[in-house]
DNA sequence: CCCGTTCGTTACATCGTTGTAAACTCGGGT
DNA sequence: ACCCGAGTTTACAACGATGTAACGAACGGG
């Protein structure tokens, strides 16, 4: 059996809660029987029991961070940032995959981890306000990326001003030159709030830089997946090839690359291509993937932030975090450094 | 506050026992009393506490996967596939990353969270046998990747036949009529077995189509990412190309094609690229990554039902497992399909 | 020399759940 | 009318840690 207070306590001859004292580094115990207490835990190796602390504390020390799918390299990076900023508030992130299934999505914020974990930061893809209405309030939630239902939500957020980065990107394409701006992204569910931002971005750039939008470079795609955006492309050049495309996140770009790429188009000589996300594998592809990089560890850390004030009573407001983003210049638009 | 057995029970008019009863699907409890205990439960939208629950089972409903980085594709994948298995076991998986840091691996195994997860997997990078030799054994642990140490090891291990995959994957290269077989992925820490492994295998391959061993063409790289790759191919084309590579995972194979499309060289015209791990990404880089594909999904099933096993009081003896791997023939070794 | 103070330590109750064993209810057999 | 046993329900004691309040010892001041 793993030793308990208990034990060290006989072992050192002293009470409990004398140990308990030592173990929360309290003051008012005396150097010897510290030394005693400290000699006898290290003797049992004895390690608290964080059920019995947590039942004792209310509290497990185990946040829930709830994504899509870990495959997606995007996702993966953010828990990466995610789990090390919690890491900093001593905290344990558990990691839930709802591969953007609403049903799953449900499970997440109906709470069903409630007593499991002291907190929940979520990105959702599917879910809609009517589902995190009848939520129970308990455990504090961050939502992660775009803000879900309309007016004002109760629950802190924190994302990116993502009209304002889809502008700029296709703005960069249209300095480059580039008069059939393609798009790569929307879907159809009502659900996907961040495509509808990042295509109304793209419109306005589009405006503003007097180029007539032209709805058949308008590509849909089902998923924001390599697959999707290397079909999505083929289509594209089917119906008369585009001479720069904007693609709703790196992914997708990665798979329009590789088509052109097949099919014998230069990239950037024939299309300039941009992504959004910076995820690692752009970095590295060929041609180098210009995107828009939002500030990943900056959204990790302001997320965790949120959570330990929401946990500490917080404030009854639910806080915007609007993290800023920069563009990355690379080769897919006809850089060679960054 | 959150709801207790003892509000529920109060609002039913039974004992708190009758109450858990009901939760826990007990027989003999009248369909009368379970009628008003769930509408009771309902009412109160009650949640059995699980810290509670923990304590008094002596279990969590928790295990832990540590990898090195879940930036890297092939360790995002394989704990997707770990938190799926794990799912169907009923367990919530909670992921340590080590950045293949051995102080960090070592804390891993020390059981610093021995009271908050039922058991571990673990996929050590910088680990020796040494490190484990002090472990306490209550919390049952898989090694995924690599047997550690020497002679027979105390713990379960799920792995893949790096030696015979090597082989293959360099007899693939040498069949296609390379002669100039490089290799990149040796490092120079002492517990970087797998690169040994797989140097061992490219080094019988070689032999057995009797292509002399040339040093100065396994270069040797500190970490497996695409800047190692892409860096170490860079070398090998400065003293000579190589006209064939493999690399020892699929991540410095891209950073290798980087390098070699970006000078000038056609893959697989000029040299072929095979890589390791069947990543998504070299599904879709150009051109498509030919590589070795372990049986991920059944490396999950397996860890997480050796697992199980061993938290059931299991057998003293340690199980190896070796799970089946595939190549996967893409162009960049000269093939257009798959 | 006694008392009040401070410091160090202790016993006890408590967190919410479940296993054990005992108690209760009710109908049927004697 | 009484007992028995199956079927239900209950009280109580754990699980291991910690907050509370109280206790004992040592010390200095009056």
Chains 1, 2 share one sequence.
């Not at 953007?100 to 499970?107: F, Q, S, T, W």
């Not at 914020?109 to 930061?121: E, F, P």
């Not at 850390?301 to 009854?316: C, F, I, P, R, W």
């Amino acid at each position: 059996m793993r030793p308990r207070l208990k034990d060290v306590a006989e072992l050192a001859g002293v009470s409990i809660k004398t140990v308990s004292n030592v173990v929360n580094d309290f003051p008012h115990v005396s150097d010897a029987t510290r030394a005693r207490v400290e000699a006898a835990i290290a003797e049992l190796s004895y390690r608290p029991n964080l059920s019995a602390r947590n039942l004792r504390a209310g509290r497990s020390g185990v946040i829930a961070l709830a994504v899509p799918d870990l495959h997606n390299p995007y996702f993966a990076e953010l828990a990466t940032n995610i789990i090390e900023a919690a890491d900093r508030q001593g905290w344990t992130v558990l990691i839930d995959q709802t591969q953007g299934d609403r049903a799953k999505e449900r499970v997440v914020v109906s709470g069903i981890r409630d007593h499991l974990i002291d907190g929940l930061l979520f990105s959702p893809l599917a879910l809609t306000g009517k589902d995190l209405a009848g939520r129970d309030r308990r455990t504090p939630m961050v939502l992660l990326g775009e803000r879900i239902g309309t007016g004002r939500s109760p629950y802190d957020h924190v994302g990116i001003d993502n009209v304002a980065a889809a502008r700029e990107a296709t703005l960069h394409l249209a300095g480059r030159g580039g008069r059939r701006i393609a798009a790569i992204g929307v879907q159809r569910t009502a659900a996907a709030v961040t495509g509808r931002l990042r295509l109304k971005g793209y419109r306005q750039a589009l405006a503003e830089a007097g180029i007539p939008a032209d709805p058949s470079l308008v590509a849909p795609v089902t998923r924001w997946e390599r697959a999707d955006g290397a079909e999505a492309m083929s289509h594209l050049l089917d119906s008369g090839a585009p001479d720069a495309v904007f693609c709703f996140n790196d992914t997708l770009a990665l798979g329009a690359l590789r088509t052109l790429l097949k099919r014998g188009y230069e990239v950037p000589g024939d299309v300039s291509v941009i992504g959004f996300d910076d995820i690692q594998d752009g970095r590295f592809a060929t041609p180098t993937l210009s995107t828009v990089a939002p500030d990943k560890a900056l959204i990790a850390q302001s997320a965790v932030e949120l959570l330990a004030e929401g946990l500490n009573g917080g404030t009854d407001l639910a806080h915007e975090v609007c993290v800023p983003h920069r563009l990355a210049f690379r080769e897919s638009t006809g850089f060679s450094q960054e």
